[in-house]
């Protein structure tokens, strides 16, 4: 493998245009996986159950806010994921604690917005 040079730092507006470039890469990274592109889904079946059913604001709000922490909750666990991956290529009890915790992250907060969506929806 080729070792790269790593890039100056940037300052100021460069720094926030760089910042907002890795976010994007992020975010393409994100879509390859499965389970970002099901989250995302889910959240526009959501989106659409809440204005079935006449939601508020505040409530299409507390939807967003939850959405954006199970999404970067998501990317948190890839980023573990291919860490790990990267610094275990065979198999470890410390890889799979490592990637069974961070799919156990994910999993609460897709129950909590379960929980908070079904209240919603049926109170």
Known sequence: MQKL???ARK????HFIAAA???AGGARRLWR??????????LAVLLAL??????????FLG??????????????NTA?????DNASPGWSDFAKSA????????MCLLVATGLYAGWVVLF
């Open 80 to 84: 573990i994921e291919e860490l790990v």
């Open 99 to 106: 990637k069974d915790m961070g799919s156990f992250a994910v």
């Open 63 to 76: 939807l967003a806010i939850l959405s954006l922490i199970v999404l970067a909750v998501e990317a948190l």
């Open 11 to 14: 300052s100021g507006v460069a």
């Open 21 to 23: 470039g890795y976010s």
């Open 33 to 42: 996986e499965s389970a970002f592109r099901q989250e995302v889904i889910g």
């Open 50 to 59: 809440f204005a079935a059913v006449g939601a508020s604001l505040t409530e």
């Open 5 to 7: 040079e790593k890039p």
